[in-house]
């Protein structure tokens, strides 16, 4: 089924009942100008989904963040740049509850009713102090048109901010989905070195929520990749205050389905512009592997061929390099038959039945002279399938994370 969303401008703040602000409170240093703290509130409390790092390393605001997330309703989301908070012992803990303590304070409300969120450098203790004094500004400064200043407040490697808001029809009104991320280095599945919030003004039960959110999450945010590292970081969260009027969204409502591919239309343009945004990237690259016998077969082999470094080199290279493909699908556990495998790249056959294709090599090369193309693989074993976006690596790539 298609489903008609109509794109508008706001950010997370384009649902009904949401403000934001952003504020600079001296965390990035006097070398790295713009806001470094940001602030999200719903004016009614809202329920919450998330979903964390599988990192077993867990920066101190990720171990807040989960346990405050378990409450029946939340009224923000506090977010800083330039320090990750992690690796920081009971003092980073500490930190994070402060960070949410100043907002509840602020705000009148509980402590556990605000979230935390951090990124930057890791292994820096928290200037908490800071944050504490600047959070009076915040409150004073927030705007429901700010959804903008929160997304360029939370970038640290990011070249552009990431945002992005959609409406359709309910019941003769209109839900919103607003959303906002960061993310450019340190990107691999199960989540990535991003973070990612989304705000709705649907009525939903917290328990549809996470599981509309997770679902959308695993479709999006865990089908990205850059560089094959994971962050300790990682959070995506989804607020929804029901300001809409429209009725509860329940599974047998005929606007559940809509909901759940609204979440999903903006978790994949935001996932899709983290990609984009890959430190130091020439090369945008979705790879897609169908006809796999299982679902966890066509994952694998689109992962293992998109964490390739031997790719992501030809890539730069513009060298059509299919047998490097070739390689990544045979270690990568999913079953394959080779003489039944076809690669195309941007749909130009270049193997068929596991061997090389006639399709002259300087076609090939042609397509991978492009910034965007697709590598599609074809193991004829099933009708499984699963797409990746990824990228290319660059000497920048190299240069830019040579030191922080």
Not at 227 to 232: A, E, I, Q, R
Request: with cysteine; aromatic share 6%.
């Amino acid at each position: 089924m298609a489903f008609a969303f109509t794109e508008i401008n706001g950010g997370v703040t384009a649902p009904r009942g949401f403000r934001a602000a952003a504020v600079r409170c001296g965390i990035k240093g006097e070398t790295k100008p713009g806001p470094d703290l940001a602030l999200i509130v719903s004016d009614v409390p809202a329920v919450a989904a998330a979903t964390f790092t599988t990192n077993r390393i867990k920066a101190a605001p990720v171990r807040v963040s989960a346990s405050h997330v378990r409450s029946a309703d939340i009224r923000a989301v506090v977010v800083n740049s330039g320090n990750a908070n992690a690796c920081t012992g009971t003092t980073g803990i500490q930190s994070a509850k402060r960070m949410a303590k100043a907002v509840g304070h602020n705000g009148h409300w509980r402590e556990r009713q605000t979230l935390v969120c951090s990124t930057g450098r890791i292994g820096r203790q928290l200037p908490i102090e800071k944050i504490e004094v600047a959070i009076p500004e915040l409150f004073a400064g927030l705007d429901s048109q700010a959804g903008s200043a929160f997304a360029r407040a939370i970038m640290t490697s990011d070249t552009f901010h990431k945002e992005i808001a959609i409406e359709f029809p309910v019941s003769g009104k209109t839900i919103r989905i607003g959303g906002a991320a960061k993310g450019a280095g340190m990107i691999d599945p199960n989540m990535a070195t991003m973070l990612c919030f989304v705000t709705t003004d649907a009525t939903i039960e917290k328990r549809e929520l996470q599981r509309l959110f997770l679902h959308s999450v695993e479709q999006s945010f865990n089908c990205i990749t850059v560089d094959g590292d994971m962050s300790t970081n990682d959070t995506a969260i989804c607020l929804a205050n029901g300001q809409a009027g429209v009725p509860a969204l329940t599974p047998d409502h005929q606007s559940y389905e809509t909901f759940g591919e609204g979440l999903n239309f903006v978790t994949r343009n935001l996932a899709r512009m983290i990609v984009e945004d890959g430190e130091g990237v020439s090369k945008f690259v979705e790879v897609h592997v169908k006809g796999a016998a299982t679902y966890q077969d066509a994952r694998k082999a689109a992962e293992a061929i998109a964490n390739s470094n031997l790719l992501k080199c030809s890539w730069y290279g513009e060298d059509p390099n299919w047998g490097r493909i070739m390689a990544a699908v045979g270690y990568s556990s999913a079953k394959v038959r080779e003489e039944m495998l076809d690669i195309f790249l941007d749909g130009v056959v270049a193997v068929e039945h596991g061997m090389a294709s006639s399709t002259p090599p300087e076609k090939l090369k042609e397509i991978l002279e492009n910034e965007k193309f697709t590598v599609t693989v074809d193991l004829h074993l099933g009708s499984a399938e699963y797409k990746v976006f990824t990228t290319d690596l660059t000497p920048e790539y190299v240069r830019l994370n040579m030191a922080e």
